[in-house]
C-alpha cells in the first residue's frame, strides 16, 4: 500500500515562499507522474503542477514563473517550491501520484494560508 506523508505547509504573507514536501512509503519509481494539486476554500480542486518519471513538467498558468516542481528520488520525494506568494494560493495543498497500473494515491493534504 502506498502512502504519502505531505510536510511544508504553513502561514506566509504574501510574496514570501514555502516549500512543500510529499514523502512517499515505496520507491517513487513505481510512479509514472508525481502531481501536487490545491483546493483553496469553496472551491473544487484543481491541479497545480505535475512531473513526470522522466523529469518532464507542467505547471498551471496561475503559478508558472513561480512554483517549481522537482522530485528526489533518493529520498522518495516529490517537492513544490513556492515563491512569491499571493493571497489566491491559498488553499489545502496534495500530492498524488499515478503508479504503472494507473492508480491515483492522494497525501491527506497540508495547509498553505498567504496573508495579505
Known amino acids: 500500500q502506498v502512502q504519502l506523508v505531505e510536510s511544508g505547509g504553513g502561514l506566509v504573507q504574501a510574496g514570501g515562499s514555502l516549500r512543500l514536501s510529499c514523502a512517499a512509503s515505496?520507491?517513487?519509481?513505481?510512479?509514472?507522474?508525481m502531481d501536487w494539486y490545491r483546493q483553496p476554500p469553496g472551491k473544487q480542486r484543481e491541479l497545480v503542477a505535475d512531473?513526470?518519471?522522466?523529469?518532464?513538467?507542467n505547471y498551471a498558468d496561475s503559478v508558472k514563473g513561480r512554483f517549481t516542481i522537482s522530485r528526489d528520488n533518493a529520498k522518495n520525494t516529490v517537492n513544490l517550491q513556492m515563491n512569491s506568494l499571493k493571497t489566491e494560493d491559498t488553499a489545502v495543498y496534495y500530492c498524488?501520484?499515478?503508479?504503472?497500473?494507473?492508480?491515483?494515491?492522494w497525501g491527506q493534504g497540508t495547509q498553505v494560508t498567504v496573508s495579505s
Open positions: 498524488k501520484v499515478t503508479d504503472y497500473w494507473g492508480r491515483d494515491y
Open positions: 515505496v520507491s517513487i519509481f513505481r510512479f509514472n507522474a
Open positions: 512531473i513526470s518519471r522522466g523529469g518532464n513538467t
